[in-house]
């Protein structure tokens, strides 16, 4: 009886864990087969490297959005990578452990916020204060990437903050003992041994940041066009398939899921990069 | 007598717990003091006040005086960081920092901004000799010190304090973890380091004690129960419980 029963809950385990994998294999499946035949047809270099992407002239180049997509996630980097590695430093070294046990959750909260309220304060607030000091039309690849920047904070502040809570205390403790300073410590020796851990956090920050829709349809400006300066209205990847989605048909709706092959191979390549930089922290230890 | 450090009336809290009773010491200049007593004594922990690296523990507090030549560590004004420079420490877990042998030896000189490539490379040298480490490293400095073997990463952390050249040499249970031939080559190293260091030895090993310090103290549940010549601890002590402690009665 008690034999049977432990081989059923077995069995059910076994099949919730396959539907998880199954999905995420019917989704690559379903893009993969909607997307590829269409650039095939197209051709793979016409589909990246033009941007004139006219769907009623039958006209799908995509460069001006891979390069958007491209700038809004590097300003994304350049606001939040320093913003929360500094902020992981300070709490993990500077801040006794019992304050860190309360910011840290109160900072991944941050990822609870829906992204449409992100999108909404960016639309709100941060555009027009663009528009009045920098002038343009404020919706633009700035305030994209600072909302983004602020959106993918959490991310990299938790996760740099449990690799240099995982270097040993007696690498800092022998720095101290010689006379270093904090600040001398962790340039010296804790950046040192957390580097692996603290650039896996940056790279799925980054994966977070080019897959970002919502918040980006809302404060990016959506014109397709290659970005000049900053201060110019893009479209991303991401926002362009979104936005389109709803009434395209035909050769277009295909150039969508085209669209979504390309963003799919390259948050693949960017968690591979994570997981095996996390990886190699592991065996190290 | 010339003494290095004097320490008046200390007494040391985690959090209200009392660690450190009442300790009066003076501790001589160029001598070896062993400081023996079953764990959970106050040992490290008054071993750790003497470089203030008991500052990093936050529910922590102390009351009364340690003055190193003369002067109050704990002073508002006395520079921290100058005083890990003068006051070395090496831990009970050999543990060598994640960079190669000679970067863990420089890593204090370089703190203290000496850049001078021969200046550090002779330091490398004078240290890791002093620590009888310098042979068996010699062909390999530029390789990482953590693929060294237990015994040799003491002495390299031994020889990174040398490195700094302080006045006093603080080690916490150096050899507890290290088989008997590292051992006795540490020893050998603490017996020359003496004539140029002040140094204090906590250890668990009484028999340690014995072969090289020159005085010993016995401390028991956070109390300083006898301090004297190591000799004369080890062969006619004054107190009961030393006595107990070193014939093996108990700890």
Known sequence: ?285 | MNSKFQIQNLNFYFNSEKVLKEINLEIPANKILGIIGPSGSGKTTFLRSLNRMNDFEITSRIEGKILLDGKDIYNSDFDVVALRKKVGMVFAMPVALPMSIYENVVYGPKLDGINDKNKLSELVEKSLSAAYLWDEVKDRLKTSGMRLSGGQQQRLCLARVLAMEPDVILLDEPCSGLDPISTAKIEDALAQLKKEYTIILVTNNTKQAARVADNTAFFLMGEMIEVGVTKQIFTSPQKSETNDYITGRFG
């Open chain 1, 1 to 285: 009886m008690k034999l049977i029963s432990e081989k059923g809950v077995q069995r059910i385990l076994m099949l919730t864990a396959f539907s998880a994998i199954s999905a995420l294999l019917l989704i690559a499946l379903f893009i993969l087969s909607e997307g590829l035949p269409f650039i095939f047809k197209y051709g793979l270099k016409d589909f990246l490297f033009s941007s004139e992407w006219q769907p009623n002239l039958g006209k799908f180049g995509i460069f001006a959005m891979i390069v958007a997509s491209l700038w809004v996630t590097f300003g994304a980097m350049i606001v939040g990578a320093p913003l929360g590695v500094a902020c992981a430093f300070f709490l993990s070294e500077y801040v006794p452990r019992y304050i860190m046990r309360i910011i840290k959750p109160t900072i991944e909260l941050l990822a609870a916020i829906p992204s449409v309220v992100y999108g909404f304060i960016g639309v709100m607030v941060l555009a027009p204060i663009i528009r009045d000091n920098f002038g343009g039309p404020g919706l633009s690849l700035l305030s994209a990437s600072i909302i983004l920047g602020i959106m993918i904070l959490p991310t990299i502040i938790s996760i740099s903050i449990d690799s240099i809570l995982a270097v040993p205390q007696s690498y800092r403790e022998g720095s101290l003992a010689l006379g270093a300073t904090i600040w001398q410590t962790i340039t010296m020796v804790t950046i040192k041994a957390s580097k692996s851990g603290i650039i896996a956090s940056i790279i799925l920050g980054l994966g977070r940041a080019i897959g970002e829709t919502m918040a980006v349809i809302m404060v990016a400006g959506n014109s397709v066009n290659i970005p000049h300066s900053a201060l110019d209205s893009v479209r991303t990847l991401t926002a362009n398939i979104a936005l389109e989605m709803s009434y395209a048909t035909g050769l277009h709706r295909q150039a969508l899921f085209a669209t979504g092959v390309v963003l799919f191979v390259v948050i693949i390549i960017l968690n591979s990069i994570a997981s095996v930089a996390i990886r190699k922290r592991m065996v190290k230890k």
